[in-house]
């Protein structure tokens, strides 16, 4: 009998969350952050594209004004997706810090530090192990009361001193 064993490495269900009271994968609830997306606003009507080959011979039948050759469409403008770390509000006492990317091996927030007034720089660690899966993930990581920040104050964040953000007051 031969006995195989694999896995990860370290402890299943159990990650470094940094600085975090706690973590979960996605957004915390009721935040949308989908990405701005600069587009073309769409037209009533989309002009058509023919599917018939160019090679083929004609058949006599004239093309209807609203057929576009390919080569004469506008390239759409597609969602440039913003995967920036962000930072807001959940309570007065409750700060979240979101990341995106493996959620195998999440960027956990290892540190604060007030910069100058009005300024965070959150440092971020990798999380996980020597194996990461290769999706794209958000994961909110809560830091319960968190040093030298008050939540009626606007601040600009930097993560790692880079991706610069707003941190806007509670309300």
């Known amino acids: 009998m031969i006995v195989v064993m694999s ?4 402890a299943p269900g ?30 009533a009507d989309p002009p058509l594209v ?17 057929t576009v050759a390919p080569e ?3 390239p759409s403008a597609l969602p440039d997706p913003d995967f920036s770390p962000r930072a807001v509000w959940l309570s007065g006492e409750t700060l979240a810090v979101v990341t995106f990317g493996s959620s195998s091996c999440p960027s956990a927030p290892a540190a604060l530090d007030v910069t100058e007034p009005g300024t965070v720089d959150v440092v971020l660690a990798s999380t996980g192990g020597d194996v990461c899966t290769a999706d794209m993930s958000a994961t909110t990581f809560e830091i319960d009361d968190p040093e030298g920040l008050d939540p009626s104050i ?7 001193g880079q991706s610069e953000s707003t941190l806007e007051p509670l309300p």
């Open 50 to 66: 023919s599917l018939e080959p160019t090679d083929i011979e004609p058949t006599g039948i004239e093309p209807s004004p609203e």
């Open 14 to 43: 159990v990650r470094d969350i940094g600085i975090a009271s706690r973590s979960y994968s996605g957004l915390p609830e009721g935040m949308d952050w989908s990405p701005t997306v600069a587009t073309t606003p769409p037209t």
């Open 154 to 160: 606007t601040y600009t964040v930097t993560f790692d």
């Open 7 to 10: 896995g990860c490495s370290g």
């Open 72 to 74: 004469d469409l506008e």
